[in-house]
């Protein structure tokens, strides 16, 4: 019996996902499945905005692949891909190329930055824990250059975060939180250092209640975060950045600008020459690629359309581990002959985190949450996210406990 070989790019939420699902539905004389990440690890990506403020190690994210698969039913493969050949139905990737029967793409994003502005050579941006680390050792680096020069550059103490969406807020908000603790440690007066955010439309976090917005906005300004909204970023070099304002360009000295208002799927998608929209394969409902009934997929990487509003769901953690379950069912009915299902999402609700014991959010699109109660439901969230990938044990070692002991 023909044992289908089953390939998976990428082990973010909506790989690492699959595979789980896979690996519990399908014997190993049923399938051949190959995971293949860059990395060793999977990791929190909802909690980078955290380690790159400095509040979260990066250890806590991390969590070892081969301690949540079984082995003798995935195979691990450790290298990256280099390009993606439906045709062929082969994979390239930098140490050898890999044949496949069934495709899953779950390689992620990567960011976009406006072209010609300085941002890409300038700005940090929070993409993965390495990006997040060099973050917070460059913020500690310039404090203590700060303290220890003669003549203080007070570009130093300007941090400055480009959009004002929910990475961005949530990234406020953890830091303005955690610049305290760097001031004591490295004795600068906390009153020097500016957080200032850049945001071009009318208001932060654009897209959520006005009620939600406005507390979220209150919340961060009494806590000394300066928020200009209408600012669209002209000009960014390696001690300043310009923006523009009512048609008036002010220029702000600092050398610390994190970039937080633009993702777009891995190039590799595009480049494969599959049917893409805005970058992203234009999935059918069953999350497989037009024109190739042998691939899927999910995660950012994939354009899915809301039947309800005609457009795009946002690939949100969420969405993208129910887009992972569902693909996990089809390949198996797949394989197994039977009706595959459509992609019909449950949006339990949203919640961006202000801090550590504040926050927004709405549930069952209906209930606010304002306050303390957010961020503590993002932690159970979390906590129900490590028990399905790992168990009690898993939560033990990657769980944060911080909020309950605080």
Not at 78 to 101: G, R
Not at 330 to 350: D, S, W
């Amino acid at each position: 019996m023909h044992r289908p070989h089953i390939v998976i790019l990428g082990a973010g939420y909506g790989g690492i996902v699959t595979a789980l699902n896979l690996q519990k539905k399908l014997n190993a004389n049923e399938a051949q499945i190959t995971l293949v990440n860059k990395e060793d690890y999977h990791y929190q990506a909802a909690w980078l905005h955290e380690n790159a403020a400095g509040s979260l190690h990066h250890d806590q994210l991390r969590i070892p692949i081969r301690d949540i698969i079984n082995e003798k039913k995935i195979n691990f493969i450790l290298d990256k891909v280099v390009s993606i050949k439906p045709e062929e139905k082969k994979i390239k990737l930098e140490d050898q190329t890999i044949a496949y029967d069934i495709l899953i793409i779950a390689l992620g994003f990567e960011s976009e930055m406006p072209e010609n502005h300085g941002l890409e050579e300038n700005a940090f941006f929070i993409g993965d824990i390495n990006s997040a680390r060099l973050i917070r050792e460059h913020l500690e680096y310039n404090f203590a250059c700060y303290h220890n020069e003669d003549v203080k550059n007070k570009g130093r103490l300007n941090i400055v975060i480009g959009g004002g969406g929910p990475t961005g807020v949530e990234f406020a908000g953890e830091l303005v939180d955690r610049i305290p603790e760097i001031c004591k440690e490295y004795d600068i007066e906390k009153a020097l250092v500016r957080i200032i955010m850049l945001e071009s439309e009318a208001t932060i976090l654009p897209a959520v209640d006005e009620s939600l917005q406005q507390y979220a906005t209150n919340s961060l300004v009494s806590r000394g975060v300066e928020i200009i909204t209408g600012a669209t970023i002209k000009e960014c070099h390696a001690d300043t950045i310009t923006y523009e304002k009512d048609g008036i360009l002010e220029e702000i000295p600092t050398v610390t600008k994190i970039w937080t208002a633009g993702v777009r799927a891995n190039s590799l998608v595009k480049k494969s020459g599959l049917q893409t929209k805005d970058g992203k394969v234009a999935v059918t409902g069953e999350m497989k690629a037009p024109d190739f009934q042998d691939i899927f997929v999910v995660g950012d990487c994939a354009n899915v359309i809301d039947q309800k509003s005609g457009k795009a769901f946002n690939p949100t953690a969420q969405i993208t581990v129910q887009q992972a379950a569902l693909v996990a069912y089809n390949v198996v009915a797949m394989i197994k002959g039977n009706k595959l299902r459509t992609f019909e999402p449950k949006i339990k609700g949203m919640v961006v985190c202000l801090g550590s014991h504040d926050g927004i959010g709405q549930i069952f699109n209906k209930r606010k949450l304002f306050g303390w109660k957010a961020p503590l439901a993002k932690r159970l969230v979390d906590t129900q996210y490590l028990l399905k990938l790992g168990g009690l044990s898993l939560v033990l070692k990657k769980g944060k406990f911080k909020f309950l002991n605080s």
